[in-house]
């Protein structure tokens, strides 16, 4: 019997959404968000070691069940986008969350009223000095933050500003579909079809997911420019100009380090450029459309399609040349039912990763079809899940890694099953499908993830002189799509600010960059994997395991004995990338010469 296509839910709450045990732990946790606020409360200046860790762990316990909670709600929402009862439970959550939230500012006024000598030494000594970092942290944002009082007011109206407009967003798009040959798609299964070989479906597609977009184009610019608006307002409240200023330090980054890094790849978009222009001159195009990005440069036996047990079996085979804890943790998520994989309407579309902190698991979320690229996501998204797995054992306060980290397991995972795969191509034909696929991958994360942090620039810029019409929005999106491609397309995507979610998550903005590090970055960790393979996998996990407890610049100094906050680190990652393109313009000459 084969890997099932769906998730198993029950085993952590039985009855979906109408989960009567579900409904305890709701009731569990704002009990323990009521007894956290009391003894942050019993804090004062002087400081008392035991009332500080009861409340430390207390907050703990309610940390871990809350993402427990989040990731049931955020699990039933993504498998059917029509189930309203599990948008009921979210708003409930989110209501609880408030609460944590408030608790937790105060909890930060008291760590900055705590005396400086007795902080320093009480985070010398056990058992507190294994959150030394953290807590400093927490401590030093905090300064730079409003009052408890204004800081609980902002989150309370958030509920039904800011995140409401976030609900909104993710309501339309679960109401959305794209009509095309006869056929209502869902957004995720229309998605999939860019991939197609045939020219006149990407093009009849592309077309009618334009108008689907631009139909609703003013409920998502009024979306869009409301969540930005709410950013900018506590922003300037608290007296931060940058619009990166929290982002950077939710990723614990350095502003130079970012500013290599994208320096750098602006500055090395000529070779993708000429991929670009060879694969028009492949599919027989003057130049690519938008809608020809994803397509395939040949339909021949060789391009084949996996079926699930056997991209499972792939996958599983591949991590298992680089160790067998992440091999041995990954049979297990497929055999366990923790992927949800199933192509049917009625979910949501793209995927991610969300862990169970009580139960030590994690669930995924996609729509499988197949192709390398889809199944490279499923290697994405198990990395993600065995960066949770490995800090099972690290304190759960210390357990919350930056953006751009989390991003380093899952693309390390993506370029072990590309290159590995790569490798095992049985003829050249194979071996240039794969390597067009792993090319794929540095155009979206140079390019595309370039295009929305250039996009994302210049809209909050605008943004705080006043409202940003749909039609302005789409010129900006249009704008720099055009430089992060080099202009190297025919048709741009217009609309892209309106169907890519990630511009609409509230967590923090600018969640593009992250992508980019996390994959320049696991060059870097991937290189040392195949120059130093003896002890590689505990290396690996050692840094992972640091992720929650250092900044990135100290983290690649202690793991990987460099300095990212120069160019070097980056220009050696990045010539890294351009190899690949090179074997393909060498690989495809002779196609192009016999055409």
Known sequence: MGYSLTWDLDVFFKGGSSSAEFLLLMDEIKQEVTELDQAVCLLNSEGSEKTLIKALDLYKVTKMKMEQAGAFIGCLEAQNVQDKKAGQLRVKLMKVEASLKVALSRLDEKLVQLNDDWFENVFKKEPLNELAYVLNERRDRAKEKLSVQEESLITQLSMDGFEGWSQMYDTLVGSMTVPFKGEELSIGQAANKFSSPDQSVRNELFTAWERAWEEKGELFARTLNHLAGFRISVNEKRGWNDSLKE????????????????????DNKEPLVRFLHRKAEMLE??????????????VTATSKVMEYQEGADFIIGQFSKFGSQLADFTQKAFKDSWIEAEDRPGKRPGGFCTGFPLDHQSRIFMTYSGTPSNVSTLAHELGHAFHSHVMGNIHPLNRSYAMNVAETASTFAEMVVADAALKE?????????????????????????HARFLFESRFYEERKQGYVSAERLNELMVDAQKEAYGDALDEYHPTFWASKLHFYITDVPFYNFPY????????????????????????????????????????AKKHLGVDITTRGFWQEAVSTCMQDVEEFMRLTDPLVRKA
Do not use: H
């Open 247 to 266: 982002p950077l330090e939710i990723c614990r980054m350095k502003k130079e380090t970012l500013e290599s890094m994208w320096q750098v790849i602006a």
């Open 285 to 298: 195009v003057g130049k690519l459309s938008w809608a020809d990005l994803d397509a395939p440069i040949a």
């Open 425 to 449: 191509a049985s003829s050249e034909e194979e071996k240039l499908i794969l390597l067009e696929d792993k090319i794929q991958r540095s155009v979206a994360l140079l390019m595309n993830i």
């Open 516 to 555: 980019t590090f996390g994959y320049l970055f696991s060059l870097g960790i991937y290189a040392k994997a195949l120059n130093e393979p003896a002890g590689f996998e505990e290396k690996y996990i050692a840094l992972l395991q640091d992720t929650g407890s250092m900044n990135v610049e100290s983290l």
